[in-house]
Nanobody, 123 residues
Framework: QVQLVESGGGLVQAGGSLRLSCAASGRTFSTYAMGWFRQAIGKERELVGAISGGGRNTYYADSVKGRFTISRDNAKNTVYLRMNSLKPEDTAVYYC????????????????WGQGTQVTVSS
């Protein structure tokens, strides 16, 4: 079992940057693909980006391509989401999640979830 704890959220002005972190428990972190999802009020949870266990492969939603970067440090059991050029529409609760297999990008493919961290972008 994997336990995930997100941090790094907060309030930022449009055009600003934030880096989210997700710390994972367990000794098998590198075997999990990791994803960052977000859920805005009144909207469904959506995948923002994902990274394979070894970090070689990444995937991004079109809405964040070129602005967000996902990375991981398996020695620290941590996955990151660097968010640049933030927009008000990026406001949401951001969740990290772990999947047993790479290449699947639906919510049901992710087995473990963190509690979320709020990101608010003011205009």
């Amino acid at each position: 079992q994997v336990q995930l704890v997100e941090s790094g959220g907060g309030l930022v002005q449009a055009g600003g940057s934030l880096r989210l972190s997700c710390a994972a428990s367990g000794r098998t972190f590198s075997t999990y693909a990791m994803g960052w999802f977000r859920q805005a009020i009144g909207k469904e949870r959506e995948l923002v980006g994902a990274i394979s266990g070894g970090g070689r492969n990444t995937y991004y939603a079109d809405s964040v391509k070129g602005r967000f970067t996902i990375s991981r440090d398996n020695a620290k059991n941590t996955v990151y989401l660097r968010m640049n050029s933030l927009k008000p529409e990026d406001t949401a609760v951001y969740y990290c999640a772990a999947a047993l297999k790479w290449g699947r990008f639906n919510l049901i493919d992710y087995n473990y979830w963190g509690q979320g961290t709020q990101v608010t972008v003011s205009s």
